[in-house]
């Protein structure tokens, strides 16, 4: 009987920045694998802070409470993204204060040949299939905000154009409180032999185009360790001004037998 074996990797670079404010991490069980990857925001250890209680909450839920089958994915990633909402908002520093920190984050699951996704944030999933690479998440920015206005016909063009200088502002991340945001699919995606699934920061898709980074992953062919270094070293040599921390992580299907 043949069965979707995945095979992971991951890595990340500081870039430009003093510290490094990405984390990503993996984990199985039952059966199940789910891949997180967040990035954190709010000063050194604020953000740091915050990337690592997303990703701690997430897979600490999974190892403790994971959903009965990839099905029931979609609702636990809801919720597991909730319980990290509240635990990067109740973050404090050393003087009890709230470190007012956030972090973006996104997720992939998957079981038996189906992957359910999940996204809070600017941080993005790709899937490559077939020769052809498509965007699997949206970006939770002011940008969306404007182009829902528009198609309602609440602002004009000129209105969304004079706006768009703070389309970049995030509207939904982990410790915002109450999370106003987060995507996951309808349905659980069917996945294929040699599909590559690719998590990444933004540092990834601010210095490269949709185009240089399906060049790396053909290029890298199939080896997903080459795969997530080339991404990350392309995007720092590519960058046309300070390269923000960057993360790569990759998931390559591949066709196996039991």
Sequence with gaps: MKEMLPVIARYSIVGDREYQQDLCAYAENGGLLLAVLCDGMGGMEGGEKAAEAGVSTMLGLFQSMPPA??????AWMRAAFEAADASVASLRGENGSPMNAGSTA???MIEEGRMQWGCVGDSRI???RGGVLSTVTRMHNYNLRLDEMLREG???PEEMERESVRGEALISFLGIGGLPLADTGTEPL???PEDVIILCSDGLYKSMDDQQIQAVIEESGGNVELM????ADHAL???TGKQDNTTVMAVRILSGSR
Excluded at 69 to 74: D, L, N, Q, R
Excluded at 228 to 231: A, D, E, K, N
Aim: glycine share 8%; aromatic share 8%.
């Design 154 to 156: 609440v602002i004009s």
């Design 237 to 239: 040599r590519l960058a």
């Design 106 to 108: 996104i997720a992939v």
């Design 190 to 192: 069917p996945l294929y």
């Design 228 to 231: 997530v270094r080339r991404l």
């Design 69 to 74: 089958g990839i099905g029931e994915a979609a």
């Design 126 to 128: 790709y899937l490559m």
